[in-house]
């Protein structure tokens, strides 16, 4: 492991100044967001990115937390690791999904690993790792055939060589995918799997399927708006990453919109993804996609998962996971979950939170609901672990 800091050459950044400068605009049609995310809007958040918005600023935030380089499998993994003041701290592994980075969490690792400071109880601190999915960010250049169950084997080791023999996973997104991979393979060293996405399917049985009460089927068919309007990404992701990834390398502002977008969709906002997150922190999310050129090995991800996805959603359930799980839904993430099926293939779910306003990037829209969360179900984990072994 060799420690790794944010270093980016000014003509990355001159460069980039330039492309947006003259970006060449497409004509707008329509005015609200039913074709794509609006000229008008796009214009302003562009003019904003290269003269208001401050990438030094952002990098020296950080560079504030401790970060890493290591080698796993062939590839190189960056990631960060902050301990807590607090020597008998939980460890803690946070997990990224698309479009996001590392650079979500950068609000809640200080409540997590020093409380106090924060005015939050002491007695439960985390030590906190935060790894870049192979194609994301530092962890570059991607090797080949780097799908969920692999990374899930590559952060087992990262905590294996970091020294903790007990931990908590945490993700959401495609983090969420690999945090529960991570409970079923590496069960002796997880303590516990919590997740802010949750994806239940349709049931083959008629029977279970009209059993559902209709706030669950309404949940289900949400699936059906993801596969017929908002998956459309996904479906591009899938089957031609590399296609895209010229588009996205080439073009900031095309990055950019294939980035935004997202956030409009799958956030708690009303008309602009600025209703619901930071625009400064959503714009450092961008600018890193942009200056380690992720667009397209990000992508990738999914064509390397697609199996996988494609398996669940025919209803093959996968091994038992044996750990104790918990589940936080936010009612603007893409899917919500069905408590009823989500019981019948996960039997240890021990914590079920159901929250009233948020969507799918958690760390970003709702950090203390989500601090709140975890800091819960780790209190409700460990409960039961010093139960059972007085037991």
């Known amino acids: 492991m060799r420690p790794f800091k944010i270093d980016i050459s000014q003509d990355a950044l001159d460069d980039l100044s330039r492309r947006l400068e003259n970006t060449r605009w497409p004509a707008g049609l329509g005015t609200g967001w039913e074709c794509g995310i609006p000229v008008e809007y796009l214009r302003?958040?562009?003019?904003?990115?290269r003269e208001d918005y401050n990438w030094r600023a952002a990098e020296a935030?950080?560079?504030?937390?401790?970060?890493?380089?290591?080698?796993?499998?062939?590839?190189?993994?960056?990631?960060?690791?902050?301990?807590?003041?607090?020597?008998?701290?939980?460890?803690?592994?946070?997990?990224?999904?698309?479009?996001?980075?590392?650079?979500?969490?950068?609000?809640i690792i200080g409540p997590l690993t020093d409380p106090a400071a924060h005015g939050l109880d002491p007695s439960l601190a985390f030590h906190v790792?935060?790894?870049?999915?192979?194609?994301?960010?530092?962890?570059?250049?991607?090797?080949?055939?780097?799908?969920?169950?692999?990374?899930?084997?590559?952060?087992q080791e990262l905590m294996r060589r970091l020294g903790y023999t007990r931990y908590i996973a945490q993700g959401g997104d495609a983090g969420a995918v690999i945090s529960m991979l991570l409970g079923r393979i590496d069960e002796e060293h997880v303590t516990g799997v919590h997740v802010n996405m949750l994806m239940t399917f349709p049931p083959e049985d008629p029977?279970?399927?009209?059993?559902?009460?209709?706030?669950?089927?309404?949940?289900?068919?949400?699936?059906?708006?993801?596969?017929?309007e908002l998956g459309a990404y996904m479906r591009l992701q899938m089957t031609r990453p590399q296609t895209l990834a010229y588009a996205l390398t080439d073009s900031p502002v095309g990055q950019l919109a294939w980035i935004v977008e997202r956030f409009k969709d799958w956030t708690d906002s009303v008309d602009v993804p600025e209703d619901a997150v930071d625009r400064?922190?959503?714009?450092?999310?961008?600018?890193?996609?942009?200056?380690?050129?992720?667009?397209?090995?990000?992508?990738?991800?999914?064509?390397?998962?697609?199996?996988?996805?494609?398996?669940?959603?025919?209803?093959?359930?996968?091994?038992?996971?044996?750990?104790?799980?918990?589940?936080?839904?936010?009612?603007?993430?893409?899917?919500?979950?069905?408590?009823?099926?989500?019981?019948?293939?996960?039997?240890?779910?021990?914590?079920?939170?159901?929250?009233?306003?948020?969507?799918?990037?958690?760390?970003m829209e709702r950090p203390a609901e989500l601090i709140r969360d975890l800091r819960s179900f780790t209190s409700l984990v460990l409960s039961s672990a010093r139960s059972g072994a007085d037991a």
């Open 207 to 228: 029977m279970i399927l009209g059993a559902l009460d209709e706030n669950d089927q309404a949940r289900l068919g949400n699936l059906a708006r993801f596969e017929g």
């Open 280 to 363: 400064d922190q959503m714009l450092t999310n961008v600018t890193l996609y942009w200056l380690t050129a992720s667009g397209g090995t990000s992508a990738h991800l999914y064509k390397a998962g697609a199996d996988g996805l494609a398996m669940a959603a025919m209803g093959v359930v996968p091994p038992p996971i044996r750990v104790p799980v918990g589940v936080a839904v936010f009612p603007r993430d893409i899917f919500l979950p069905v408590r009823r099926l989500a019981d019948r293939e996960i039997e240890t779910v021990g914590q079920w939170t159901e929250f009233d306003s948020g969507g799918h990037f958690a760390a």
């Open 129 to 155: 790792v935060i790894p870049s999915i192979p194609g994301f960010g530092f962890s570059q250049p991607l090797q080949p055939g780097w799908e969920p169950m692999r990374i899930a084997g590559a952060w």
């Open 61 to 107: 935030k950080l560079n504030a937390f401790p970060q890493f380089i290591t080698e796993i499998d062939g590839q190189n993994i960056h990631f960060l690791h902050v301990r807590s003041p607090q020597p008998d701290a939980t460890p803690l592994l946070l997990s990224h999904g698309w479009p996001g980075s590392f650079v979500e969490f950068a609000d």
């Open 44 to 49: 302003e958040l562009v003019r904003y990115w």
